[in-house]
C-alpha cells in the first residue's frame, strides 16, 4: 500500500518534470510533405500567385490576373502570394496599377483572410511579396495593416540581412517557432519594420511581363552585396498579350492551360536554373493558378515525381 502510494508519486513527479523539459512536439508534415520538414527554406520550391488580389471571374475584367479568390489560390496549393499596393483614401489599398483601374480592396482585409488560413493550417510556411510602388511608409502604412489583422506575430524576422540561400532555416524550424510567415517588399524596405525584408537583396528575378512564350531568362532584377546563388530566385512564368498592338498588356487567359502546365514551367525552371548554380527556384509565380498543373510542376521541382 505505501510502496504503491510512493511509486505514484514517484510516477507524478517524473512526469511534471518531464512535462516541463520536454521541447513541444515537432511538425512531422510540413506543407504537406514529411520530406519538406528538414528541408531548408532556400532549398523549396513553392507555387506562387501573381497579382493575387487582383482576381475576378469577370472575362470582361482586363486588369485582372486571376480567376479565384485568395482562400482558394490557398487551397490550391498556393503557398507564395505577390500583389501591388497603393494608398487611396489615405488608407493601403491592393491596386493594380492605379485603384481606379483595379481596386483589390483593403491590404488590412486580405491579410485577415490570410490570417484565418494560418490559424486553419499550423503546419504551412506562407511567403508574402507585395510591390510597393509609390515607396509608402513601413512604419504608417505597411505595419498597421499587418497587426491590425493579426498576422504580425506569424512573421519570421531573420538573425541578420541580407541572408543566404544557404542560411534560411528549414521549414519544420519555421513552423516550430510559429514564425512561419515570410514578407518581402520590392521598395523602400529600409528596416524600419524587422519583419518586412528587403526583396532584390535576398531575392533575384528574371524579366516580368513577358511575352514570349518560351520564357528566355536572365537576371534582370538584383541588389546587394550577396552573389547571383546566394540569392533566392523566383519564376516571372505569366505570359502576357500585347492588346490590338496598342502596347498595353494583358495577362494571356487564353494560353494559360498551356503556360502553366509543367512542360512550359519545367523548360522556365531550367532555362533560369544556370543563374541559380544548377538548382530549381524556389517560387513559381503564375497567372490564373485554379488553370493548369502548377502544383504537378511544383511537385516535380522538390523532387517528388
Ligand atoms: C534542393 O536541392 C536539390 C538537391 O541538391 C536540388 O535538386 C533542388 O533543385 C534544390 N531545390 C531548390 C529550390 O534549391
Ligand atoms: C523568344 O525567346 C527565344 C529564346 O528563348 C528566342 O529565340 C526568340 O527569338 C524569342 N522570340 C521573340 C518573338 O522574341
Avoid at 512535462?19 to 520550391?45: Q, S
Avoid at 507564395?80 to 494608398?87: I, N, R, T, W
Wanted: hydrophobic share 40%; charged share 15%.
Amino acid at each position: 500500500m505505501f510502496a504503491g502510494l510512493q511509486a505514484v508519486l514517484l510516477f507524478c513527479a517524473v512526469s511534471s518534470t518531464l512535462g516541463a523539459v520536454l521541447p513541444k512536439k515537432r511538425a512531422t508534415v510540413c506543407n504537406g510533405r514529411a520530406e519538406l520538414c528538414n528541408r531548408p527554406y532556400g532549398n523549396t520550391t513553392f507555387l506562387g500567385s501573381h497579382d493575387s488580389a487582383f482576381f475576378s471571374s469577370d472575362p470582361f475584367a482586363l486588369a485582372r490576373d486571376q480567376e479565384v479568390d485568395i482562400p482558394t489560390q490557398l487551397s490550391l496549393g498556393v503557398r507564395f502570394l505577390q500583389s501591388q499596393a497603393h494608398e487611396k483614401d489615405g488608407a493601403l489599398h491592393f491596386c493594380h496599377t492605379s485603384c481606379d483601374l483595379f481596386d483589390g480592396g483593403l491590404v488590412v482585409d486580405y491579410l485577415s483572410k490570410v490570417k484565418t488560413f494560418l490559424d486553419a493550417n499550423p503546419n504551412e510556411v506562407l511567403t508574402l511579396l507585395f510591390t510597393n510602388p509609390e515607396g509608402l511608409s513601413l512604419t504608417d502604412m505597411w505595419k498597421p495593416a499587418f497587426d491590425n489583422s493579426g498576422v504580425t506575430p506569424f512573421t519570421y524576422v531573420p538573425p541578420h540581412q541580407p541572408m543566404k540561400r544557404s542560411e534560411w532555416p528549414t521549414l519544420g524550424q519555421l513552423i516550430d517557432s510559429g514564425k512561419r510567415v515570410i514578407v518581402f517588399l520590392d521598395a523602400g524596405a529600409d528596416g524600419s519594420v524587422d519583419f518586412i525584408l528587403s526583396e532584390f537583396t535576398q531575392l533575384w528575378e528574371p524579366p516580368f511581363s513577358e511575352t514570349n512564350s518560351t520564357f528566355p531568362c536572365s537576371v534582370d532584377r538584383i541588389d546587394g552585396p550577396l552573389s547571383t546563388v546566394d540569392h533566392l530566385n523566383m519564376l516571372n512564368h505569366n505570359l502576357n498579350v500585347d492588346l490590338l498592338g496598342t502596347g498595353i498588356l494583358l495577362s494571356d487567359r487564353i494560353d494559360a492551360p498551356t503556360t502553366n502546365g509543367v512542360t512550359s514551367i519545367l523548360a522556365n525552371a531550367n532555362g533560369c536554373a544556370p543563374f541559380a548554380g544548377g538548382v530549381a527556384p524556389n517560387f513559381v509565380m503564375l497567372d490564373y493558378v485554379n488553370v493548369g498543373q502548377g502544383m504537378q510542376a511544383v511537385n516535380r521541382l522538390n523532387g517528388f515525381a
